[in-house]
């Protein structure tokens, strides 16, 4: 059975500071993995997806990386800003079936 | 483009009810997943579809059911609500519902159960 997990839980950090948000996973039997942002009470916001094949995607501020053998993944987010508060979450598509299995995100605060 | 649509936005109802959700996935979506979000839980996946047919079922009891129409939107319904039940409920489209796709997701339906 998939499991995905994130670290930290939480994490606060001052305005500028460069940072990294991890993800792993316990099957290395995926086709791809998606990061999301979700601000509260709203839907998620897709920030990235990286195929099974890729070890990197970039979008702006935001780098994702993928090692599937190791089963990890971290999100790089450069040059914070408090509008990036939010939280973040990983889900990683189980090959056989057509779903994602998500972690428990990490909530992010950027301070002014 | 039109996003990820999903109605209503809120919804309470009573125990013993039962209730309906909609989502209407991108244009030219054929792919519709439902998960549920609560936080002792937090995203679980509930069905998906594709072309009318459900592919895919997670860990839920038969009260949950779905369903999808020729134009690609989807239903959820679930009956007998529960206390339990209340949970923010989101609906995801993606293109062709093969492996490598993107899933987007609407802004949820939030279900409170009292």
């Known amino acids: 059975k998939q499991e995905v997990t994130q670290i930290p839980a939480a994490l606060s950090v001052p305005e500028g500071e460069n940072l990294v948000l991890n993800c792993s996973f316990t099957d290395s039997a995926i086709y791809n993995l998606q990061w999301f942002r979700q601000d509260p009470g709203k839907g998620l916001t897709s920030l990235l997806l990286i195929q099974s094949s890729q070890r990197e995607q970039t979008s702006g501020r935001l780098n994702a990386s993928l090692d599937k053998s190791s089963g990890r993944s971290t999100l790089y987010i450069a040059a914070s800003q408090p509008g990036d508060s939010a939280t973040y979450l990983c889900?990683?598509?189980?090959?056989?079936?057509?779903?994602?299995?998500f972690g428990q995100g990490t909530r992010l605060t950027i301070n002014p | 483009k039109a996003g990820v649509t999903q109605t209503p936005r809120y919804l309470i109802k009573t125990r013993g009810q039962q209730v309906t959700l909609s989502c209407s996935p991108i244009s030219g979506h054929r792919s519709v997943s439902w998960y549920q979000q609560t936080p002792g839980q937090g995203l679980q996946f509930l069905f998906e579809?594709?072309?009318?047919?459900?592919?895919n079922k997670g860990n839920f009891p038969g009260r949950f059911s779905g369903r999808q129409f020729s134009n690609s939107r989807s239903e959820m319904n679930v009956s007998t609500l529960e206390l339990g039940d209340s949970a923010l409920y989101l609906c995801?489209?993606?293109?062709?519902?093969?492996?490598?796709?993107?899933?987007?997701f609407g802004q949820g339906t939030r279900l409170t159960v009292v």
């Open positions: 995801a489209s993606s293109l062709a519902g093969n492996a490598n796709t993107e899933a987007f």
């Open positions: 889900a990683v598509k189980v090959q056989g079936a057509q779903k994602l299995v």
């Open positions: 579809y594709f072309s009318e047919t459900q592919r």
